[in-house]
C-alpha cells in the first residue's frame, strides 16, 4: 500500500507570495491532518479535514487555509507568505479521528521563504 | 488541556546502552499516548502507541513504554541502543472523547556514539 505522499518536497518563496502544498493520503484514509514543523516551535496542529469538511483548526492566522477533495486529497495555501512561515509542512492521514486511528505522516515540504 | 513535556531536549547514549527518553503529559481524561521516531529530512514514524489495557507497550525496532497513570508519564526504553537509533524522537497526546488533534512534545534528539 502506497504511503503518503506530499509535493512538492522542496519550495522556495519570496515574502508576500502565497503558496500551495498538496497531500495525497493512503488509500481508504478519510482524515488529513497538516503540521507545521519548525526549530522553535516544535510540531504545530494546523487543521484537520474529513469528508471534505474541517474537522478540527489549531491556533494559526487566517492566512492558512485548506482543503479536502473527494477523492480526500488534500492542499493547504498560506497566502502572503512571511519569513517566520518558513518550516517543513507535514501532512498525515488516518482512517478517521486522528487522536485514536494511526497517523501515518508523509515525508514534507520544505518551505523556504525569502 | 493537554500538554507533554520531553524532558532532555538531547540524550546520548554508546552503543549497547540503555536507552531512555522521559515523557510527562496532562490529560483531564484518559489519555491515548504515542511515540513517533523522525529521521533526518524524512516525517514521522509512529513507533508505538498506548490506548487501553496493558501499560506495557511494546512497539518497532524493541522500543517499549510504559503507562503510568500515577507519574503521568510515559517513557520511552530500548536496553542496547544502535547506531541505527539516532534520530529525534516525539511523544504525543490526545483525548480521543474529545476528538482532538495530536499534541506533541518539543521532541527528544538522541545520539549513539560507537
Known amino acids: 500500500k502506497a504511503g503518503v505522499t506530499q509535493t512538492p518536497r522542496y519550495l522556495i518563496k519570496t515574502r508576500g507570495q502565497q503558496v500551495t502544498l498538496s497531500c495525497s493520503p493512503i488509500?481508504?484514509?478519510?482524515?488529513v491532518s497538516w503540521y507545521q514543523q519548525t526549530p522553535g516551535q516544535g510540531l504545530q496542529f494546523l487543521f484537520e479535514?474529513?469528508?471534505?469538511?474541517?474537522?478540527n483548526k489549531g491556533n494559526f492566522p487566517g492566512r492558512f487555509s485548506g482543503r479536502q477533495f473527494s477523492n480526500s486529497r488534500s492542499e493547504m495555501n498560506v497566502s502572503t507568505l512571511e519569513l517566520g512561515d518558513s518550516a517543513l509542512y507535514l501532512c498525515?492521514?488516518?482512517?478517521?479521528?486522528?487522536?485514536?486511528?494511526?497517523?501515518?505522516f508523509g515525508p514534507g515540504t520544505r518551505l523556504t521563504v525569502l | 488541556a493537554q500538554s507533554v513535556t520531553q524532558l532532555g531536549s538531547h540524550v546520548s547514549v554508546s552503543e549497547g546502552a540503555l536507552v531512555l527518553l522521559r515523557c510527562n503529559y496532562s490529560?483531564?481524561?484518559?489519555?491515548?499516548l504515542f511515540w513517533y521516531v523522525q529521521y533526518p529530512n524524512q516525517g514521522l514514524q509512529l513507533l508505538l502507541k498506548?490506548?487501553?489495557?496493558?501499560?506495557l507497550v511494546k512497539g518497532i525496532n524493541g522500543f517499549e513504554a510504559e503507562f503510568k497513570k500515577s507519574e503521568t508519564s510515559f517513557h520511552l526504553t530500548k536496553p542496547s541502543a544502535h547506531m541505527s537509533d539516532a534520530a529525534e524522537y516525539f511523544c504525543?497526546?490526545?483525548?480521543?472523547?474529545?476528538?482532538?488533534?495530536?499534541?506533541f512534545g518539543k521532541g527528544t534528539t538522541l545520539s549513539v556514539s560507537s
Open positions: 498525515a492521514s488516518s482512517l478517521d479521528r486522528p487522536g485514536t486511528d494511526t497517523q501515518y
Open positions: 488509500s481508504g484514509h478519510r482524515s
Open positions: 479535514y474529513f469528508s471534505e469538511t474541517q474537522r
Open positions: 490529560s483531564s481524561v484518559p489519555p491515548y
Open positions: 498506548y490506548t487501553t489495557g496493558a501499560t
Open positions: 504525543a497526546v490526545s483525548e480521543p472523547q474529545a476528538g482532538t488533534a495530536l499534541i
